[in-house]
């Protein structure tokens, strides 16, 4: 697949200057960062690289005139392996990116001249009855992370001291390997592309600059809230590795599941049984919602698995919208445990009703029907 113009990739004229080509390449990285690409993570790192690649040829003047002379070809071999970064991961490059952009040398620095990576993000799994999550609710969670060590601010160097420069890749992080016509460049297995070494590490944290602790966070859940839904707490995840930024913490809710309710949405669901009796002469029920008890009327002739709705009795989602209802579904309870005086009653009471079937039990009698249909027809 041919590679699109390196002008074209970053937006600017063919005679745009240093300045305009690193502002519009800053423009790029920041609208290709996964944090904000969460959704289509595989597809903005694709997009940071091609502009990473274009940038790492026009903002050096050799390459730049190469590629205006010959295209692509003019600069393949020192451009093609992903503007030089082929050993790199994609946080490696993007750090490496904006400390070249805000005047970092090679990469962004933090105390003592090291290079900072932001921390990793956290998620952890909030369980909440069903009425927490619709009524909402304030919670404390402990959550285990890692934390910037205090005593040498999470830059892993003893206090009154500073890293060295790595002897093996003089502070850029990166080496260099030449393979015939092409140039590698690769982390520095010395110093992990810190470009530094620490020769007096921190007592507290062996010179790592984070130290695990757990945290008692407190979370304010919305009104509302479903399975699967999360909660952004900024700067609450893993501190950052130097001095970095802390990544962020999702608080992803999990509902328990209800002895009466089931939700769907904005709408609630529950069964209700009703004897024999009420379904066919009718009544009332008292029957229960998460804001108290309310009558529903059965009437007469009720059958088996009717759904009752009940408007507002529901859930208001979290993204807005009306109050959703109530759905009842009727089950109809068979009679256990009679007595020898109840049992003759229902024999009696079945009885009667065989006087006048068709009357009473209108789909039993047209099932009878088609049954009795389904045979004369299955006959030669």
């Not at 950052?240 to 609630?268: C, T, W």
Request: aromatic share 6%; glycine share 14%; proline share 4%.
């Amino acid at each position: 697949m041919s590679k699109r113009d390196y002008y074209e990739v970053l937006g600017v004229q063919k005679n745009a200057t240093e300045k305009e080509i690193k502002k519009a390449f800053k423009r790029l990285a920041m609208k290709h960062h996964p944090d904000r690409n969460q959704d289509n993570q595989e597809a903005a790192e694709a997009r940071f690289k091609e502009a990473k690649e274009a940038y790492d040829v026009l903002s050096d003047g050799q390459k730049r005139a190469a590629y205006d002379q010959f295209g692509h070809a003019g600069v393949d071999q020192s451009a093609g392996m992903g503007g030089g970064h082929g050993g790199g991961s994609f946080s490696d490059v993007f750090g490496d990116v904006f400390g070249d952009i805000f005047g970092g040398g090679g990469g962004a620095r933090g105390q003592g001249g090291q290079r900072v990576y932001r921390g990793a993000d956290l998620r952890y799994n909030l369980e909440l009855d069903l009425e927490e999550a619709v009524s909402g609710t304030s919670v404390n969670i402990r959550v285990p992370t890692l934390v910037a060590c205090e005593p040498c601010g999470g830059s892993g160097v003893k206090k009154g001291t500073k890293p060295t420069t790595c002897t093996t890749c003089g502070g850029h992080g990166q080496v260099r390997m030449q393979q015939g016509f092409f140039s590698l460049q690769q982390t520095c297995p010395r110093c992990n592309g810190t470009g530094k070494m620490i020769a007096d590490p921190c007592n507290s944290c062996n010179g790592q600059g984070r130290v695990e602790k757990n945290k008692t966070l407190a979370v304010k859940v919305p009104a509302g809230v479903d399975n699967g839904d999360r909660i952004r707490l900024s700067g609450e995840g893993e501190a950052g590795e130097n001095g970095g930024p802390a990544g962020d913490l999702y608080v992803q809710m999990s509902v328990r599941e209800h002895k009466i309710f089931q939700r769907d949405g904005s709408d609630l669901y529950c069964e209700v049984p009703i004897a024999i009796t009420a379904a066919s002469l009718g009544g009332e029920l008292d029957v229960p919602t998460l804001g108290g008890k309310v009558k529903l009327k059965i009437p007469a002739e009720t059958q088996t698995g009717k759904l009752f709705r009940l408007r507002g009795k529901g859930v208001k989602s979290v993204r807005g919208g009306a109050v959703g209802d109530l759905m009842c579904k009727v089950i109809v309870e068979t009679p256990v445990n009679l007595t020898k005086k109840q049992k003759e009653l229902l024999e009696e009471f079945d009885q009667s009703l065989k006087e006048d079937k068709k009357n009473h039990s209108p789909k039993a009698s047209s099932w009878v029907a088609g049954v009795k249909k389904f045979f004369e027809d299955m006959k030669p």
